[in-house]
């Protein structure tokens, strides 16, 4: 049932969902994550398939190439969203949130209509760093549990404090000495790299990228991971990224009805745990049992 | 005489329409306890609100020891050791006092990111300190065995000395304090009058008090100012703003 191509799909859902959830630590709606996710996507596609430099006429992909692909687009990401996020995060709330889908339109529009990004029909033939789905498992867990790590660290530091103070009150925190527009922009960029790294995977994983990776739809479906899986921690969107994605495939026996199952969890989730999955009387509950 | 403290010059503020403060001179001298006075609506948290970097003024200066901080946002005036409580509470609701307390520390909780992100031992041994320093300032206000709770919880006067404990968390130098005592009975605004003073005495504090409760601000206070519709009507000791006519008048009302 659960076979490594499906676990990758999952992982990825688990990084996405993480990738919204950053801002939202910090109250920020941002729905940008497949706009990076996209751009990652198609830089390493481009980078794969037109760089012979890095392998790619090889029968094995070089996982170095990988490594080499993710570095560029984590600076490329990290550029575009310190630039981005500077300007779109003085908006507030759902003013936010529309402008970051604009921000994902934009750039789907763009590589639509561009030959050269891959335009309507896609970029096909990305080589392949690993023979078995396995591999891709492997690799993207690895990923997952960095950015898990980093997250915790994170939250248990001054700067995730920091953040969870400006997510309750804005005005307040900014009283208490803290850089809002920055802190703000931190979790921002944070949030864009892990989607342009998510999209690297997805690319070589897909074996072909084009626009429709990155589109309004992906904005909801990520979004759902971390409405469905709670925004308090980092366990909350990593849960709901890995049942959301498994969900419709494990509930394939059933035919045409998973998709009304499916729509029923997404619908019923929220109203019987508004907080999500992980939410804070099951952290509170979590915590006090550990002495 | 030494350069105050805090000191403003003319400032005022005018929202469309409506003139909110207009030509506020006020000096606090470094060890005061400032009381402004007045009745509602006379600009008393505007005045706060510009001060700390909330609402810009539309006229005149505010000095921080005798440089202009206008123009400055909330968040870097906080960083020159200037902190301040909200009447109608503002607390971080989801995190618990403890956690209140140390984002109230975030100006000395810096540390190299990377000691901050691999969790060193000088990191753990900081984060430590903070901790039981955040233990030590809510013991102070008489609530440390609620460090673990969330501050949503709490009761309304364990709230008001929350948010004092997360303002002196920030180490200030001026103190702002917004209807400390609003909500808290007799009694309780009786141990607030000596915990204000003994805070005081122990931080080196300069306090710059809003409260309506007029007998705890004339025992209290050293000097006082009295606002009414958004002017300063009388400035000075208890007992001078006491018999001030013009304060005898926006309080009881005058005769015409």
Redesign the interface.
């Known amino acids: 049932m659960v076979d490594a191509t499906l676990l990758t799909q999952m992982v990825i859902g688990a990084l996405l969902g993480l990738s919204v959830y950053l801002p939202l630590r910090c109250g920020q709606l941002s729905l940008a994550t497949p706009g990076f996710y996209a751009i990652g996507g198609t830089l390493a596609a481009l980078l794969s398939t037109r760089v012979n430099a890095l392998g790619g006429s090889e029968p094995s992909y070089p996982i170095s190439s990988v490594l080499l692909e993710m570095a560029l687009t984590g600076a490329l990401c990290g550029v575009l969203a310190s630039g981005i996020g500077a300007v779109v995060l003085r908006l507030r709330g759902v003013y936010l949130a529309i402008a970051t889908i604009a921000l994902v339109e934009i750039l789907r529009v763009t590589t639509l209509n561009q030959e050269a990004l891959g335009g309507a029909v896609g970029i096909f033939g990305i080589p392949q760093p690993f023979d078995d789905p396995a591999g891709y498992a492997l690799f993207g867990a690895g990923l997952l549990a960095v950015i898990c790590w980093l997250c915790d660290r994170l939250e248990r530091n001054r700067l995730g404090r920091a953040m969870a103070a400006i997510r309750d009150d804005e005005l307040a925190a900014a009283c208490q000495g803290i850089d809002t527009e920055r802190s703000k922009l931190v979790a921002f960029v944070l949030s864009a790299v892990v989607a342009g790294l998510t999209g690297v995977i997805s690319a070589h994983f897909f074996n072909s990228w084009n626009a429709r990776l990155g589109n309004f739809d992906a904005s909801i479906t990520t979004l759902a991971f971390v409405v469905f899986g709670g925004s308090r921690t980092w366990a909350g969107p990593v849960l709901g990224g890995l049942v959301l994605t498994a969900l419709p495939e494990l509930l394939r026996p059933i035919g045409d009805l998973r998709l009304i199952v499916f729509g029923l969890v997404i619908l019923v989730g929220p109203l019987l745990l508004p907080q999500g999955l992980v939410n804070p009387s099951l952290i509170g509950w979590l915590t006090q049992r550990r002495p | 005489m030494s350069t105050p403290l805090l000191e403003t010059r003319n400032l005022g503020v005018r929202f469309g329409g409506l003139q909110a403060l207009e030509g506020i001179d006020l000096q606090v001298h470094r060890g005061e306890i400032f009381g402004l006075l007045g009745p509602n609506g006379a600009g008393k948290t505007t005045l706060f609100n510009l001060i700390?970097g909330?609402t810009p003024a539309s006229s005149g200066e505010v000095l921080w020891r005798g440089g202009s901080i206008g123009g400055l946002?909330?968040?870097r005036i906080?960083?020159l050791g200037l902190?301040?409580t909200?009447q109608n509470l503002?607390?971080?609701?989801?995190?618990n006092c403890r956690?209140n307390v140390?984002?109230?520390m975030?100006?000395q909780?810096?540390?190299p990111w990377a000691a901050?992100?691999?969790?060193t031992p000088l990191?753990q041994r900081r984060?430590r300190e903070l901790k039981d320093r955040a233990q030590e300032l809510l013991a102070l206000l008489a609530i440390g065995h609620l460090a673990e709770q969330?501050a949503a919880g709490l009761s309304y006067g364990d709230r008001r000395r929350l948010e004092i404990a997360?303002a002196l968390?920030?180490s200030p130098e001026l103190l702002l304090l917004d209807e400390p005592a609003a909500g808290m009975n007799p009694g309780e605004k009786d141990q607030l009058r000596d915990l204000i003073r003994r805070l005081r005495d122990r931080f080196d504090l300069t306090i710059l008090i809003i409260e309506h409760h007029v007998p705890l601000m004339l025992g209290l206070c050293d000097r006082l100012a009295v606002l009414n519709f958004g002017r300063r009507i009388a400035l000075g000791s208890a007992d001078e703003v006491r018999q001030d006519p013009a304060v005898i008048e926006a309080y009881l009302g005058g005769s015409r």
Not at chain 2, 90 to 95: D, G, H
């Open positions: 700390s909330i946002d909330a968040n906080a960083r902190a301040r909200f503002r607390l971080f609701s989801s995190l956690d140390l984002v109230g975030h100006r909780a810096r540390l901050a992100l691999l969790g990191a984060q969330n997360r968390a920030n």
